[in-house]
């Protein structure tokens, strides 16, 4: 067995242990495969494995594997230019990193141009680091108010990047911060949200992020080993 079918095999026998102790259902948990500068054989590894949903995190990445990695969802999760949204808008089947109207303008736009609708998440950036994108915690409801006239986008829920910490517990008060704005948020009865996913965890902090609710985790070096930035 080649080791990201390993880690892929011990990571979901992983998720089946955390959701058992807390009585959750572990289908409920979406596995996002981030294959940030991964190549596309190793991608492809994956995918037959039984990955179902990759994460990338630039638009000029997607654009390069698009055509030469089999049949799979595709999730944005990086920050996004204004400018680029035209380039994957028919490719991916959710946009993570929602955070500023100008961005969900254009995202309205061009989705109404190729007759979709285009689900999203909005981004929050809970811990309010200045080196994360996402919204502050305090404007993510006006936000909704003010996406509400879109009506080529649906928002199905909330996605964070947490701090990382040597020791993931500390992270623990940011997930229960979004999951809270998220079930507030489901109260209000904006149009056009149906308040689904909630997008927190990672290769170190996946496990307490279960257990605070996510149901879409994003692990990259947990199935495909350490990135490597300089090829
Ligand atoms: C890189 C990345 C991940 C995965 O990080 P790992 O620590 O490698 O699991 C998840 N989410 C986003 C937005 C990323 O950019």
Request: glycine content about 6%; proline content about 2%; charged content about 30%.
């Amino acid at each position: 067995m080649c080791y990201i079918e390993k880690n892929i095999k011990d990571l979901r026998e992983e998720i089946h242990e955390i959701c058992s102790k807390i009585g959750r259902n572990p289908e409920e948990i979406q596995l996002i495969a981030v294959t940030k500068t991964v190549d596309h054989e190793r991608i492809n590894e994956a995918i037959h494995t039984g990955v179902e949903d990759i994460g990338e995190n630039k638009v000029q990445e997607i654009m390069e594997k698009y055509n030469v990695v089999s049949s799979v969802n595709w999730h944005m999760i990086g920050h996004l230019q204004t400018n680029k949204v035209k380039y994957i808008i028919d490719k991916v089947k959710l946009i993570h990193s929602v955070d500023r109207i100008s961005l969900a303008e254009e995202i309205n736009k061009r989705a109404k141009q190729h007759n979709k609708i285009m689900d999203v998440l909005v981004q929050v950036n809970v811990a309010n680091e200045e080196t994360k994108f996402g919204l502050a915690n305090s404007e993510v409801f006006d936000f909704f108010e003010k996406i509400q006239p879109l009506e080529h986008i649906r928002v199905k829920g909330l996605m964070t990047i947490a701090p990382y910490e040597e020791n993931p517990e500390d992270v623990r008060k940011y997930f229960k911060m979004l999951k809270e704005i998220f079930e507030e948020i489901k109260t209000k009865g904006f149009q056009r949200v149906e308040m689904r996913y909630l997008s927190m965890g990672m290769t170190n902090d996946f496990k307490i992020a279960i257990e605070e609710g996510a149901n879409m985790v994003r692990v990259g070096t947990g199935i495909f080993g350490r990135r490597n930035y300089n090829k």
